[in-house]
């Protein structure tokens, strides 16, 4: 069956990516060259900053105030984005920020049309604060956004069971598909060489320890870590054996294909991170291990995929950040090559059979359009 109009929702870095004809992964299109197929016309709307709507900015800066929320409406607020979310079949948010931002504009719709929308979630119940009335406002809020929303997919286990257990009469809205990777493009390419020695720490998200890692590398002059990363300043490196390439992957500091390479020059990827029930570190740790670098990450309630992922078998995990802890996992995994080689083979061999995009969409699929 072929329906209308799709819209998709991005923060950023899709059109150019979509619109190029260069080499680019496509695990954060979410599914759209897919679902695109089902539907006679398509649209993305990325965020952007407007002075259109003035007033909107005070608004939405104090419910981000009150609530801890990621409500950034005034930047998708338009004229023409608010016709093409009107006249949309399906309406699919990349995440929650664009899922919070676009809720007011859902919950107009639903009193005039009939529409579908689909939000794509993780680290929804990251809690900031111990403010009574910003916990019960945000209660609240999250509660208006699953209730709204059709169908929540889940990318961690953990959030996936959380939410089954803490909103029982929404259940049936709620699904769980492991985040997948575009493996044909993460793939170990012949002409690049090994670098010695050298450790990667690639990530931008709030859950990541970012002191702990720049502590960690501070602590093992013996290694060359590179930082990609917006998070961290020159001035907080202060340390020969650490290279700060200050990246983000929607603004394309970095090419895909440099960010490729750095992986498969380093020995190992590092994710050191606090705990949550956000997937934290998930694409930096597929892409990683699907490209044969063995990742060490801490272990938490929200690691995507428990059953799947196990401990010296095709991943390292460490469950406390501590410095001798790390430094001794780290150096057994580089030195000790029996092990490494074990981890390396297993870790290639479940991303692809159980991280790929064609599972992904296969799957998306049949929860977006399966009776």
Known sequence: MIFNNLTYIYQSGRIKRFNSTGNYPNEFFYGLNTIKERFNNTEIIEFKHSDTFKLSHYVFTFLRKITGLPFYTENILSRKNYKIIKNSDLIMLSNQRMGFSTLP???????????????????????????KIKLILRKFFIYIF????????FLSEGEYEYSKNNYKKLIS???????????????????????????????????RNYKFAIN??????????????????????LSENIELINGI????????IEIRELYEKSDLTIIPINESLQPSGQSV???????????????????????????????????DNEIEVWKD?????????????????????????NNNLIKFDAELERILFSK
Not at 292 to 319: A, C, D, M, R, S
Request: one cysteine or more.
């Open 249 to 256: 992957w929607s603004e394309e500091t970095l090419s895909d």
């Open 216 to 237: 960690l590398a501070k602590q093992m002059p013996e290694f060359h870590f590179t930082f990609v990363t917006t998070k961290v300043e020159k001035t907080d490196l």
């Open 146 to 153: 699953l209730i709204t929303i059709d169908k929540i997919i």
């Open 285 to 319: 740790a597929l892409q990683s291990m699907a490209l044969g670098v063995p990742v060490i990450i801490t272990q938490t309630k929200g690691f995507w995929e428990p059953k799947i992922y196990k401990h010296l078998e095709n991943i390292v995990f460490i469950k």
């Open 173 to 207: 809205k709620f699904k769980f598909i492991p985040f997948c990777i575009d493996t044909k493009f993460w793939n170990p390419q012949k002409n690049i060489e090994k670098e010695n020695n050298k450790i990667l720490f690639i990530g931008n998200d709030g859950m």
């Open 329 to 353: 996992q780290i150096l057994d995994v580089i030195e000790n090559k029996e092990l490494r080689n074990f981890i390396i083979k297993n870790a290639k061999k479940t991303v692809n059979e």
């Open 105 to 131: 504009l859902l919950i107009i719709n639903k009193v005039f049309k009939k529409q579908s929308s689909c939000v794509f979630v993780m680290g929804l119940y990251n809690v900031n604060t111990k403010k």
